[in-house]
């Protein structure tokens, strides 16, 4: 059911990595600044994407990876909201959810971690051959396209998980290739070898977004403090791009957006999954007041823009055929 003023208590659905568990304690933390004697509680559970660790994200099927099973808790009353990586989340909601908050955003970019000791600094200096463990599609295609003498094969398992891979003494990886954001949440900065600005990066990396029930207003009232203006700005306009696009996670849509003043840049690009063709296209629009629910639409509408200029340069090519 959903909280009541009297008992104070709010139920909270995360996926039980580490660094999920430290995204939702950052929403945790927020809503008792503002909130101190409310009660709250995780339950923690595994998806889709958490189980089946053997076959690449494209090949498994389902755009709901990581989302799904939180879902249907909170679809059931079981939790009163669930805490993403707003990157995991489809445009597409089940009946009767609605993303209500985008969180303020960290850095959403990519980096190279290199294999402890590793004589090489940056991605431009490996050798042919070298060996870039990344399970994502957009950043194979980018890099790919960018790279081509370099070879690049699926790495899956959570971010600790993945670093153990790369640092076994038999293992296949000179480098990875991983969010800064979650990097930064489990204080593994001193990592990092190369930010690399070159990769265009995934819709909504490095936001955290909270989805909950449609009309259970009571948990809408107490989260408002959750959302950051400007994240949610830029993050609906990506997000709108990616849905007129039907793309998902695991398909090679990569976007970059800037601030300058009011006026948001919204840059995009569309990939080959072999890096051999490409489509780019940008649009800029006045935000205005962000504070507005008018704010939201003009988001959206950036978004709709540049897809729409994506269209018509050939991206839906490359996306029919992946698909």
């Not at 993303?99 to 970019?109: F, K, S």
């Not at 935000?287 to 507005?292: A, E, I, R």
């Not at 729409?308 to 839906?316: C, E, N, S, T, V």
Request: charged fraction near 25%.
């Amino acid at each position: 059911m959903p909280i009541s003023k009297e008992a104070k208590t709010l139920r909270i659905g995360s996926r039980d990595s580490k660094l999920a568990l430290v995204q939702t304690e950052l929403v945790v933390n927020k809503l008792k600044q503002a909130y101190p004697h409310l009660d709250i509680h995780i339950e923690t559970m595994k998806t889709i994407g958490d189980k089946i660790l053997d076959k690449a994200m494209d090949k498994i099927g389902d755009k709901g990876l990581f989302t799904k099973e939180l879902e249907s808790a909170l679809a059931g009353q079981m939790i009163d909201l669930v805490v993403h990586s707003l990157k995991d989340m489809p445009t597409q909601l089940p009946p009767n959810m609605q993303l209500a908050c985008i969180t303020e955003r960290e850095d959403p970019r990519d980096c190279l971690i290199m294999k402890l000791d590793h004589k090489c600094q940056r991605i431009e200096d490996l050798p042919a051959g070298s060996v870039i463990g990344t399970g994502s599609v957009r950043r194979v295609a980018q890099l790919q396209r960018l790279y081509p003498h370099l070879k690049f094969t699926g790495v899956r398992g959570n971010l600790q998980t993945r670093l153990a891979k790369l640092d076994a003494e038999d293992s296949p990886y000179d480098a990875l290739v991983l969010a800064v954001a979650g990097i930064k949440r489990v204080q593994l900065e001193s990592r990092i070898t190369q930010i690399l600005d070159q990769v265009y990066y995934a819709v909504g990396q490095g936001a955290l977004g909270v989805e909950v029930r449609c009309g259970d207003e009571e948990t809408l009232r107490l989260i408002g403090c959750l959302n950051d203006a400007t994240a949610r700005a830029t993050c609906l306009a990506e997000r709108e791009l990616m849905r007129v696009l039907e793309g998902g996670c695991s398909v090679p849509i990569g976007v970059r957006s800037e601030w300058t003043g009011s006026q948001l840049r919204l840059h995009a690009i569309v990939v080959s999954p072999d890096g051999k063709q490409a489509v780019e296209a940008y649009g800029n629009a006045d935000m205005g007041n962000l504070y507005t629910e008018a704010a939201d639409e003009r988001a959206r509408n950036l978004g709709l823009h540049v897809a729409q200029l994506m269209r018509g340069k050939g991206a839906d090519e490359i996306l029919k055929n992946i698909h």
